[in-house]
């Protein structure tokens, strides 16, 4: 199967068990060209395959859930007319990501619960970290506390933070908790620029050794991209915005410094916040407010419909500022997983990391 065919498989799999990335498929592609290589699955005889036993729902609500099932697959087709792939006989998928030739990223390791404790699961895995090699310097992934120590056996033995999953209301963002901040960010009232990535002025060149300081990753590709991916898309609800000194200058590129940025894009259960890059407090708050306040601005433009006006960011324990400023708004953990490394912890300060770029890329 060709690699863009099985990166298929593998979202369509991974996201109708419950993983939430992004809704539109370009997310795949940015993907794809980091690592063509770099997604995994695991298939069995077709006539192993455990059956659901039959729906005891109601033909109306076997109806309505088909429809849920072809929207959604519109959605995360992109407009673009292409049948996902469904095939019964998967039963685990995997994604190892490679950055350069030093790091590299597990993510999304799922095995269907049908199938667990059988040896598929880490049949899968270990095909992924052959993929990853014995000889890269840092190979990290996010886990579930119920699984740590299974992925020590594995080698992870290194952690680094515990990343927290804060969810919270947008609308009650900008009107309740926030509003005289969203409206200062609506009328431009700072001594620093707070404006869309998209704009002419952003140094993108600066952002790739922004994420290094503050995580440690070294992938500047993927960091091109990423904002590529997000930035001047507001009729499919992605954003991506600065914050810029009107003062200080980048020494290499003369044009103005980037106190930080962030991203934001839809899902299917909430929109997914991330990263949220930031020299201080104050400048994360203005970029949490922009974001809330762009997502506002494109729902009420063209609202969608099936995808709640909530933000879900995955932030570092180790960034108390960034604990605390989620906690005074009000948004709480929803769940938590333990970062974990095999081989080297990249060198990081946590300080500036307000919310990492996406869990299952790191």
Excluded at 208 to 231: C, K, L, N, S
Excluded at 286 to 312: G, M, N, Q, T, Y
Aim: contains cysteine; aromatic residues 10%; hydrophobic residues 35%.
């Amino acid at each position: 199967m060709a690699d863009n065919e099985a990166a298929d498989l593998f979202y369509d799999w991974a996201t109708r068990v419950g993983w939430n990335p992004g809704q539109k498929a370009g997310i795949r592609d940015v993907m794809l060209k980091t690592d063509p290589h770099g997604y995994f699955y695991g298939k069995i005889d077709p006539s192993d395959v455990i059956h659901d036993p039959p729906s005891t729902t109601s033909v109306q609500e076997q109806e309505q859930e088909l429809a849920k099932k072809k929207k959604r697959k519109e959605d995360w087709g992109n407009g673009r007319g292409r049948e996902l792939v469904e095939d019964p006989s998967v039963i685990s998928v995997i994604s190892a990501i490679r950055f350069g030739d030093d790091q590299a990223w597990i993510g999304c390791y799922i095995t269907d619960p049908k199938y667990r404790g059988r040896g598929y699961g880490i049949s899968t895995f270990n095909r992924a970290l052959e993929h990853v090699g014995p000889t890269r310097k840092s190979v990290g992934l996010n886990a579930v506390f119920s699984q740590v120590d299974n992925y020590r056996r594995s080698g992870f033995t290194n952690p680094s933070w515990v990343n927290e999953r804060r969810r919270g209301s947008v609308r009650d963002l900008v009107d309740v908790q926030e509003p005289e901040l969203a409206a200062r960010i609506v009328d431009g009232e700072f001594d620093e620029e707070v404006v869309l990535l998209s704009d002419e002025r952003v140094d993108w060149e600066q952002l790739p050794g922004i994420e290094r300081q503050y995580t440690g990753f070294e992938r500047p590709g993927f960091v091109m991209d990423w904002v590529r991916f997000h930035a001047s898309h507001p009729e499919r609800h992605r954003v991506g915005v600065a914050v810029l000194s009107r003062t200080q200058k980048d020494e290499n590129t003369g044009k103005p410094l980037v106190l930080g940025y962030g991203c934001v894009r839809p899902g299917f259960t909430s929109y997914r916040a991330g990263p949220l890059y930031a020299r201080d407090a104050s400048t994360a708050k203005k970029l949490l407010l922009k974001l809330a306040v762009e997502v506002l601005a494109a729902d009420k433009r063209d609202p969608l419909v099936d995808v709640p006006l909530i933000f879900d960011i995955d932030i570092p324990d180790q960034n108390r500022a960034s604990v605390e400023m989620f906690d005074r708004i009000g948004w709480m953990n929803t769940m938590s997983t333990q970062r974990l490394w095999r081989g080297v912890v990249p060198p990081y300060d946590a300080r500036g990391c307000f919310g990492i770029s996406l869990l299952e890329v790191g």
